[in-house]
């Protein structure tokens, strides 16, 4: 059943893959938004469907984000640039400064069409970063406006894309929905075309996320295995594909309306247990398994843990996949794509 018109911006990303089937899935005709400038052209299983239309062009362009949802019933905000623990101490003024570029122009243009009477709402996806500097866990919606600002400046400007959302609320009166994931795990991240040469050991960091990052060195026979920080670091890690459900079922849910929700696992992994896992995964046992504790990033949160009650009563979202059901799929892929040269 036809349900609707969702225009997706940052559609050729990592969680912007997962969103586009998702949204296919279930009923609704889909256009991307992407200018490539993370990862490239990928290729993906829906670039063929008639339902799917891939605009290539720059989400700071607001006049082109307004053609674009001429006709549409929902605005998913998900460009950015965005990346891992090295990626934004590397692009720390690059982000904030293109980060908020795309959000006015895209508020602009949510703005100017909702006027016109089509556009039911945005849903804009922001970060658990906005919960950095808490002193206190699960973190739990309103926590954002109760702590100190995140010190980060990508922590810092997703916090800003919140209070995007409300200011074109209060004054334009758009509506909006929030939503926070939380340390998304799946496949089709690579590396950043724009990346730096980061070592870790004798082996270039991977994106710099911990997951790919961890994987691709346990794959490639690195021993002892190097960490970033002491490994205490706990997260809370949410698969791609249950990320992308609860965000799409988020769209016409009317309690969604001017809401904010954390997506995620409650399920809280330190980064040394992951590690463990991985190496079983990779070698079978722990017989050989050892490791150095590299010097950790500034902005390298020592915990990061969600209250998920919320999204759970009112979405009735609720993470599915385990941390070995992620595993299970990401490290294959992560094994295939060092043979490719993707990664």
Same mark, same amino acid.
């Given at each position: 059943?036809?349900?609707?018109?969702?225009?997706?911006?940052?559609?050729?990303?990592?969680?912007?893959?997962?969103?586009?089937?998702?949204?296919?899935?279930?009923g609704?005709?889909?256009?991307?938004?992407?200018?490539?400038?993370?990862?490239?052209?990928?290729?993906?299983? #829906?670039?063929?469907?008639?339902?799917?239309?891939?605009?290539?062009?720059?989400?700071?362009?607001?006049?082109?984000?307004?053609?674009?949802l001429?006709?549409?019933?929902?605005?998913?905000a998900g460009?950015?640039?965005?990346?891992?623990?090295?990626? #934004?101490?590397?692009?720390?003024?690059?982000?904030?400064?293109?980060?908020?570029?795309?959000?006015?122009?895209?508020?602009?243009?949510?703005?100017?069409?909702?006027?016109?009477?089509r556009?039911?709402k945005?849903?804009?996806?922001?970060?658990?970063?906005?919960?950095?500097?808490?002193?206190?866990?699960?973190?739990?919606?309103?926590?954002?406006?109760?702590?100190?600002?995140p010190?980060s400046s990508?922590? #810092?400007?997703?916090l800003?894309?919140?209070?995007?959302?409300?200011?074109?609320?209060?004054?334009?009166?758009?509506?909006?929905?929030?939503?926070?994931?939380?340390?998304?795990?799946?496949?089709?991240?690579?590396?950043?075309?724009?990346?730096?040469?980061?070592?870790?050991?004798?082996?270039?960091?991977?994106?710099?996320?911990?997951v790919?990052?961890?994987?691709?060195?346990?794959?490639?026979?690195q021993?002892?295995?190097?960490?970033?920080?002491?490994?205490s670091?706990?997260?809370?890690?949410?698969y791609g594909?249950?990320l992308?459900?609860?965000?799409?079922?988020?769209?016409?849910?009317?309690?969604?309306l001017?809401?904010?929700?954390n997506?995620?696992?409650?399920?809280?992994?330190?980064?040394?247990?992951?590690?463990?896992?991985?190496?079983?995964?990779v070698?079978?046992?722990?017989?050989?398994?050892?490791?150095?504790?590299?010097?950790?990033?500034?902005?390298?949160?020592?915990?990061?843990?969600?209250?998920?009650?919320?999204?759970?009563?009112?979405?009735?979202?609720?993470?599915?996949?385990?941390?070995n059901?992620?595993?299970d799929?990401?490290?294959?892929?992560?094994?295939?794509?060092?043979?490719?040269?993707?990664?």
């Amino acid at each position: 059943m036809y349900k609707g018109h969702v225009v997706i911006t940052g559609s050729a990303g990592f969680i912007g893959g997962y969103l586009v089937q998702e949204a296919l899935d279930r009923g609704y005709r889909v256009t991307g938004l992407d200018n490539f400038s993370k990862y490239g052209s990928p290729v993906r299983t #829906f670039d063929g469907n008639p339902d799917y239309k891939l605009v290539v062009g720059d989400a700071t362009n607001s006049d082109l984000l307004k053609e674009i949802l001429t006709d549409a019933d929902h605005l998913i905000a998900g460009a950015a640039m965005i990346g891992g623990i090295s990626y #934004f101490h590397t692009f720390a003024y690059d982000l904030l400064a293109t980060n908020e570029r795309i959000m006015a122009a895209t508020c602009d243009a949510a703005i100017d069409v909702y006027k016109k009477g089509r556009l039911k709402k945005v849903t804009y996806l922001s970060s658990s970063m906005v919960y950095e500097s808490t002193y206190s866990w699960p973190s739990k919606e309103g926590d954002e406006r109760k702590v100190p600002p995140p010190l980060s400046s990508y922590g #810092f400007q997703k916090l800003a894309v919140e209070y995007f959302a409300k200011a074109a609320w209060d004054q334009y009166k758009v509506p909006y929905t929030i939503l926070r994931p939380f340390n998304c795990v799946g496949i089709g991240e690579r590396r950043a075309k724009s990346d730096v040469e980061i070592m870790s050991g004798n082996i270039n960091l991977a994106m710099s996320h911990v997951v790919p990052d961890l994987a691709q060195k346990i794959i490639r026979g690195q021993n002892p295995l190097h960490i970033l920080g002491d490994g205490s670091q706990e997260r809370c890690y949410t698969y791609g594909g249950d990320l992308a459900e609860g965000i799409i079922s988020s769209l016409e849910n009317p309690l969604a309306l001017n809401n904010d929700f954390n997506l995620s696992s409650p399920v809280t992994t330190s980064v040394l247990d992951l590690a463990k896992v991985i190496w079983i995964k990779v070698h079978g046992d722990l017989s050989d398994f050892s490791y150095v504790s590299d010097e950790a990033f500034d902005y390298d949160v020592k915990k990061r843990v969600p209250d998920t009650s919320k999204a759970k009563d009112i979405l009735g979202f609720e993470a599915k996949t385990d941390l070995n059901g992620m595993l299970d799929e990401v490290i294959p892929w992560i094994a295939s794509a060092i043979k490719s040269g993707v990664i």
